[in-house]
């Protein structure tokens, strides 16, 4: 079974700093999705990669299958992105339900 | 809206009872998910299906839990004889096929008295 680590468990920055955030997983996959949920609970697919970097308005994410590694970064962050962020695995192939790690809780104040 | 729907929102029930959740995928989606979250932990897998045909269940806790989908569209998670351990955020995703963005309901959230 893979396991998914994230760094850090909780962070508090300021408005305008970068962020980034940390996801290490054990085990071969074929896609690392970053979700986001927020303080009322819904839970939002932010990226899916396999291989690269993929941009989103502020948000970055880069994956490194070799090191089995993989950051989310916001840039110029606002009190808004507060949320929790989470990383999951998928190894398909009929085993694609997600693996998730325990997520990064994120506190941007003003 | 054309989101994922679960249905109830909120499900309180006593010991012993059955309860079934249901999860109406986005119109088209091949791929439907059942995770369960507990209070302050991250979500965790429990069985997923393409079409109607169940892939993989290796996360059904015991044998108490099941799910259904049988016209490849609505699917309902059963839990009967409830533990107090069952209380969670029952949560369903669905995708347009496997290794896509899964797209989250906003999940029954089940308490067993």
């Known amino acids: 079974k893979n396991e998914v680590e994230q760094s850090p468990q909780n962070l508090t920055a300021q408005e305008g700093e970068f962020i980034t955030i940390n996801c290490s997983y054990s085990?071969?996959?074929?896609?690392l999705h970053w979700l986001q949920q927020h303080p009322g609970g819904g839970i939002v697919s932010l990226f899916m990669?396999?291989?690269g970097k993929k941009k989103h308005g502020r948000l970055i994410a880069t994956i490194n299958i070799q090191e089995k590694h993989s950051s989310l970064h916001i840039t110029a962050s606002h009190p808004r992105d507060s949320a929790v962020y989470i990383c999951?695995?998928?190894?398909?192939?009929?085993?694609?339900?997600?693996?998730f790690g325990k997520g990064t809780h994120l506190i941007i104040q003003p | 809206g054309a989101g994922v729907s679960q249905s109830p929102r909120y499900k309180v029930t006593k010991r012993g009872q059955d309860v079934a959740l249901r999860c109406d995928p986005i119109?088209?989606?091949?791929?439907l998910y059942w995770y369960r979250q507990a209070l302050g932990q991250g979500p965790e897998f429990l069985t997923y299906?393409?079409?109607?045909?169940?892939?993989?269940k290796s996360g059904l806790p015991n044998d108490r839990f099941s799910a259904e989908r049988p016209e490849g569209s609505i699917s309902t998670l059963t839990i009967q004889r409830t533990e107090q351990r069952d209380s969670a955020m029952y949560r369903c995703?669905?995708?347009?096929?496997?290794?896509?963005?899964?797209?989250f309901g906003d999940g029954t959230r089940l308490s067993i008295l």
């Open positions: 990669l396999s291989s």
């Open positions: 119109s088209g989606h091949v791929s």
């Open positions: 999951a695995v998928s190894s398909g192939g009929g085993a694609d339900g997600l693996t």
């Open positions: 085990v071969g996959i074929s896609a």
């Open positions: 299906f393409n079409y109607e045909a169940q892939q993989d």
């Open positions: 995703a669905s995708s347009l096929w496997e290794n896509q963005p899964q797209h």
